[in-house]
């Protein structure tokens, strides 16, 4: 059975992602995808824009000083351009871990990623985690 085109595409930002290929990741996004993270933290909020979203994941790398993994459990598609990436992050900040379940919720438009949705299992923990906005 071949890979539905949304699930390939899902697969290979998360790949891009985790090796820090940020050049694929942006070219899998329209210009103006925003990423809606929840939470009151630091990498919280409406990110909108491919360059926007970049400055917002090379902050999560910062912080955490590249000690930041995100295994991909599954991805479910419905064929009418929308996909949801459940997945397991985990990450290092100074004297603080963080291991959490997640998902993300995706939009596609002509083949490109245009809105991604961030679901977290315990948004007070991420918060924490990543340390109140300045």
């Given at each position: 059975?071949?890979?539905h085109p949304d699930s ?28 809606h993270v929840p939470g ?95």
């Amino acid at each position: 059975m071949a890979e539905h085109p949304d699930s390939a595409l899902i697969r290979k930002g998360f790949e891009a992602w985790v090796k820090g290929d940020m050049e694929t990741v942006a070219s899998l996004m329209t210009d103006d995808c925003t990423h809606h993270v929840p939470g009151e933290s630091q990498v919280s909020g409406h990110f909108k824009g491919k360059a926007n979203i970049i400055a917002m994941y090379g902050k999560m790398f910062e912080l955490t000083g590249g000690k930041m993994q995100v295994q991909l459990d599954h991805i479910s598609v419905d064929g009418r351009g929308h996909a949801v990436a459940a997945n397991r992050f985990f990450a290092e900040r100074g004297d603080r871990g963080i291991e959490m379940n997640g998902a993300l919720f995706f939009t596609i438009v002509g083949g490109k990623i245009s809105d991604i949705d961030e679901c977290v299992e315990d948004i007070e923990a991420s918060d924490a985690f990543w340390g109140q906005a300045e």
